[in-house]
C-alpha cells in the first residue's frame, strides 16, 4: 500500500529556514576552519558591549576601527546592527545611535543567511526597530533575503507569527509592489493562513481574488479549508458549545 505523503507548505519551508537563519547568528555551527576564526576574535568586546547595549564601549571601538561600523563582526556575517537588533526592544538606543552613524546604504548589509537588519527585525517582532529601519530606508521593505529562504521582511513577520510588527510593515509597504511577483503574494498569504492570521489574509485575497486559486504554492482555499479545525464552525461542537456557538449554514 502507498504510504501517504503529509503535505508541507511552503510556509512551513520558509519558516523553517527563516528560523534557522536567525538563529545561526547565536547559534553558529562550527564549521569554520580554526585560523579562519582568529579574525573574529577581535571584535569579541565590540560584540560583548552590542549585547549588553553599552554605546560607549562600542562607539570608542568604531573611533579605533570604522570598517566595524558596517561591516560584520561575527562568523555568521552578522554587523553590530543584525546583532542589536536581535538583542530586542531593550537595545533599541543601541539600534538608533548605529542608524545615525551608518550610511543608509549599509542598512541592506546582509548576513551569511542572506537577511538585512529588517529581516531580522521582523522575524524576532522587533517592531521598533523596523520602524527605525524602513523610516530611515523605505527600500528595505523590498529586498528578499538572499540566502535559503527568499522572502520579504512581512514574510518573516508572517511565518513567525509576530503580528504586531506583520502589521506595522503592512502599514508602510506597498502591497501592489508585493502583489506584482504572484509566487511571492501568494506565499505570503500561505504564511498568513499558516499562522492563523485569517483576516489579514482574507484582505489580501478579497484583493487579489485570483492568488485564491493559484497552484503557487497552494491554493489559498485549500490551504484555509486543511485548517477548518481553527475556526468553532469547522469543529466537532457538544450540546451545549452548541447552543453557545450556533452554526448557521
Not at 503529509?6 to 547559534?27: C, E, M, Q, W
Amino acid at each position: 500500500m502507498d504510504q501517504k505523503v503529509p503535505l508541507v507548505s511552503s510556509s512551513d519551508k520558509l519558516k523553517r529556514n527563516a528560523v534557522a537563519g536567525t538563529s545561526s547568528s547565536i547559534y553558529p555551527e562550527n564549521t569554520e576552519p580554526m585560523q579562519e576564526k582568529y579574525k573574529w576574535w577581535r571584535y569579541i568586546p565590540l560584540l560583548k558591549a552590542t549585547l549588553r547595549g553599552d554605546w560607549k564601549t562600542a562607539e570608542n571601538f568604531f573611533q579605533r576601527d570604522k570598517s566595524a561600523l558596517t561591516g560584520p563582526i561575527k562568523e555568521t556575517g552578522d554587523t553590530a546592527l543584525h546583532i542589536a537588533v536581535l538583542v530586542g526592544k531593550e537595545n533599541i538606543h543601541f539600534v538608533e545611535k548605529l542608524v545615525e552613524q551608518m550610511p543608509v546604504e549599509a542598512l541592506t548589509s546582509t548576513n551569511f543567511s542572506g537577511q538585512t537588519p529588517l529581516h531580522v527585525a521582523a522575524a524576532i517582532g522587533n517592531t521598533k526597530a523596523a520602524a527605525i529601519l524602513a523610516g530611515k530606508h523605505p527600500p528595505l521593505l523590498y529586498i528578499f533575503a538572499a540566502g535559503a529562504v527568499k522572502a520579504l521582511p512581512i514574510h518573516y513577520a508572517a511565518m513567525l507569527a509576530r503580528r504586531d510588527t506583520l502589521l506595522y510593515l503592512l502599514e508602510v509597504t506597498r502591497d501592489d509592489r508585493v502583489a506584482v511577483n504572484e509566487t511571492s503574494c501568494a506565499e505570503f498569504i500561505d504564511c498568513l493562513i499558516a499562522a492563523n492570521f485569517f483576516d489579514i489574509a482574507l484582505k489580501w485575497v478579497e484583493k487579489y481574488p485570483r492568488l485564491a486559486i493559484a497552484e503557487l504554492p497552494a491554493p489559498a482555499l485549500l490551504a484555509m479549508a486543511l485548517k477548518s479545525s481553527e475556526f468553532k464552525s469547522g469543529s466537532q461542537l457538544n450540546f451545549w458549545q452548541r447552543k453557545i456557538y450556533p452554526c448557521k449554514f
